[in-house]
């Protein structure tokens, strides 16, 4: 079976701050993508990252960096320098190749919000 | 190019009606799934097909159906419609389904659907 959880409800920080949101997964799959969503209030899931499980390499897009260990079965998403445009809801997410092709399998999003 | 599109955005139904949803793909996609999030929650894979042929089915009951047609654009019905049903509906899409590689899902805005 696949999980993913997300721990953290909601967060709050005040614009310029560094926050992380935290993503544990499961599964017994060797083989299975990792991903992040962002859904601001239209309701749309923006596409953030994919990463593959045998790539744990850590990335950095501008402000945005990501964090991904294997042995501890997280894939974590930092923000840098927040600003008042991150303020949505994050959804990480997990597809595995045992399962549905392409499904994915939701964590149930942690709600950050920058004040300015 | 255009991105995933869905209508209606809102609806409004009665118990017992039955809805219909529509997802046109992002031009050269060829699988669609469909996603239910209950507020509060992540998103919750409902269907999933390609190539005009359903390839995966979540925990929902059989008054959820779907089909995609030739153009690859797609439809989800419910039929006797419950309080519960009342959700926000995603389309996701992708290029195609491939056996040993996870494609990118790219979501629609969504349809908010209330049941009363």
């Known amino acids: 079976a696949q999980k993913v959880t997300q721990a953290q409800t909601e967060i709050s920080v005040v614009e310029k701050e560094d926050v992380t949101l935290d993503c544990v997964y499961e599964t017994r799959d060797t083989t299975y993508y990792l991903f992040w969503y962002k859904q601001p209030p239209s309701g749309e899931l923006v596409f953030l990252i994919r990463?593959?499980?045998?790539?744990?390499q850590n990335e950095i897009s501008g402000r945005y960096s990501w964090n991904f260990q294997k042995s501890t079965s997280s894939f974590n998403f930092t923000i840098t320098a927040s600003q008042v445009v991150d303020s949505a809801v994050y959804f990480c997410?997990?597809?595995?190749?045992?399962?549905?092709?392409?499904?994915?399998?939701f964590g149930r999003g942690t709600q950050l919000t920058v004040w300015p | 190019d255009a991105g995933v599109t869905q209508s209606p955005t809102h609806l409004i139904k009665t118990r017992g009606q039955h809805v219909t949803l529509r997802c046109s793909p992002i031009s050269g996609h060829k699988s669609v799934s469909w996603y239910q999030q209950v507020l509060g929650q992540g998103p919750q894979f409902i269907f999933q097909?390609?190539?005009?042929?359903?390839?995966g089915r979540g925990n929902f009951p059989d008054r959820f159906s779907a089909r995609q047609f030739p153009n690859y654009s797609s439809e989800l019905n419910v039929n006797a419609l419950l309080l519960g049903d009342s959700a926000l509906y995603l389309c996701?899409?992708?290029?195609?389904?491939?056996?040993?590689?996870?494609?990118?899902?790219?979501f629609g805005p969504g349809t908010r659907l209330l049941v009363l």
């Open positions: 997410a997990l597809s595995a190749r045992g399962s549905t092709l392409g499904r994915l399998y």
């Open positions: 990463r593959n499980s045998f790539d744990e």
């Open positions: 996701a899409t992708a290029h195609h389904l491939k056996k040993d590689w996870q494609e990118t899902q790219y």
């Open positions: 097909y390609y190539e005009k042929e359903e390839r």
